[in-house]
């Protein structure tokens, strides 16, 4: 069984990580644009201006003081302001993703670049013109936009002045943002994804050391009100234009028993559902399930809820399932054992059986099909990988060519796992990995740390002429698309 006829083969990218051109054309600041860049061992910072004019750096996810506001300062390095400034290189860069033969791109919308602050009636008309100059450029090759609308990137506003998620004014922005984009690029646009990896919300608390218990009730809260804005924006979608297809997408937070202990795999069973089936069964099937209670109750959270929530998340479920899916951790029940396998947003015990990427994530092709399984049969709607991918350091040798071949061999074991899940009768509709061009890293905001098929010029402090320029990947991945995944260069 291979790859079916109209398999969309693509790539993936973010606003705040490509576009740069944060204080172009009228675009208000996220918080991305107060973030400096960490490394694999030093988190990303905040800086922030207190009221009284002193200045501050807190590490990025620990609350900053009170009445700080964030705020560009001098001498700090932001590396999303410029990106790869894909604002003013987004033709050369579609042509190169023609060149290389995709058929979908997926991109996210700044929500700053349509709703400075989140809170105006009417749109910013330069912004809504730059996405529809994208989507138009993407048609002249006949590549599909899938489009995130939120990814990581609230405009800060809405995160500062009204307390970002927790509050539920941000029910109807978003509805309002979401009415704009759909009405705006209809016929242009088909499949949109509401919010990037929503259940990192959830994650963070195993993730980020001595979250606070209000924190973590609160995170709960955020979330209920995003999977409300989510439901809200399927039922836009589909009353909009009945074509458009809203899916979900969920950080494939996927991990495994360390031992056969019936400890460990209880344990390991409840974190799945607590940090992937809990969201993926709210906007799949509409309601809460079954292990929510036991969850809220373990968390102490007292969820508060309408009668139109709960009609909302009925009638907006999703048309397709996404995630993104990097690496798997396992889980042991033993206390005394290490959380030393790192993954995307996720932490764990290593497992010995896979290999670790440079940056510490557990790379296991193996488990995207056994994965992809676990969704399907579970949720038996269409499914898309749309994230995946190998962060490594690349070098540009002095003729200008990048020898990835370990890239090559990561993508191409993946590859074969979804050929395997397509044997297995999963419906899997798309492969769009990550970064297809270099850009910022999310967790770190380096550069070094690059994913693509494609080269850019730039160094982690900013330097470089952005130049872009093809890696061995390039030539690789052209191969898997004009076969349709026949030719994987065994
Ligand atoms: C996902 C995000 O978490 O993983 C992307 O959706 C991110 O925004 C990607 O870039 C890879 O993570 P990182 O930290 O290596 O950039």
Redesign the pocket.
């Known amino acids: 069984m291979s790859f079916p006829k109209d398999f969309y083969w693509g790539g993936a990218t973010?606003a705040n990580?490509c576009e740069g051109a944060y204080n172009v054309d009228g675009r208000g600041l996220a918080k991305t644009d107060v973030t400096t860049a960490g490394t694999a061992t030093t988190p990303r910072g905040i800086t922030y201006r207190l009221p009284s004019g002193e200045t501050g750096l807190a590490p990025q996810f620990t609350p900053y003081p009170k009445d700080a506001k964030g705020a560009i300062l001098d001498g700090y390095y932001y590396p999303n302001h410029n990106a790869i400034d894909f604002y003013h290189h987004y033709k050369e860069d579609i042509a190169l993703f023609a060149e290389m033969g995709f058929k979908m791109f997926r991109m996210s919308i700044s929500w700053s670049r349509i709703f400075p602050n989140g809170i105006e009636e009417e749109p910013n008309k330069k912004g809504l013109d730059f996405y529809r100059d994208v989507f138009e450029e993407l048609k002249k090759y006949n590549i599909e936009p899938l489009v995130t609308i939120s990814?990581?990137d609230t405009p800060l506003y809405l995160e500062e002045e009204l307390d970002g998620w927790k509050n539920r004014k941000l029910i109807s922005l978003f509805d309002r943002y979401t009415e704009v984009l759909f009405n705006e690029y209809k016929g242009l646009v088909k499949y949109w994804l509401t919010f990037?990896?929503i259940n990192?919300l959830l994650m963070f608390k195993d993730f980020i050391h001595n979250m606070s218990k209000d924190d973590i009730a609160n995170n709960y809260k955020a979330l209920h009100n995003q999977f409300v804005a989510s439901a809200r924006a399927v039922q836009r979608a589909h009353s909009i234009d009945p074509e458009y297809k809203v899916g979900c997408m969920i950080?494939g937070a996927c991990s495994y028993p360390l031992t056969c202990a019936p400890e460990d795999v209880l344990k390991n069973q409840k974190k799945m559902q607590d940090s992937f089936y809990y969201c993926g069964d709210v906007m799949v099937r509409g309601e809460y399930p079954v292990f929510a209670k036991r969850l809220w109750k373990e968390d102490n959270v007292n969820l508060e809820y309408t009668e139109e929530d709960i009609k909302d998340l009925k009638e907006g479920k999703v048309d397709f399932f996404s995630f993104?899916y990097?690496s798997t951790t396992c889980t042991s029940a033993d206390k005394n054992v290490a959380k030393d396998g790192l993954g995307?947003?996720s932490l764990g015990s290593k497992n010995p059986y896979i290999q670790y990427s440079e940056?510490g994530w557990g790379m296991d092709p193996i488990g995207l099909r056994y994965y992809l399984n676990e969704i399907y049969n579970r949720y038996e709607i269409p499914v898309m990988v749309v994230?995946n991918g190998l962060?490594a350091i690349d070098e540009l040798t002095e003729d200008k060519k990048v020898h990835d071949q370990y890239r090559i061999e990561y993508l191409r074991e993946h590859i074969k796992s979804m050929e395997g899940a397509l044997e297995d009768g999963v419906d899997l509709i798309a492969y769009t990995p990550?970064?297809c061009i270099d850009l910022i890293?999310?967790?770190?905001g380096e550069m070094k740390?690059r994913?693509g098929f494609i080269y850019v010029d730039l160094d982690n402090e900013g330097n470089g002429t952005m130049q872009r320029y093809k890696k061995d990947s390039f030539e690789w991945y052209k191969k898997v698309i004009s076969s349709n995944g026949e030719e994987l260069g065994l």
């Open positions: 973010a990580q990814h990581y990037n990896e990192s950080a993104s990097y995307n947003f940056w994230e962060g990550w970064g890293s999310a967790s770190t740390k994913y």
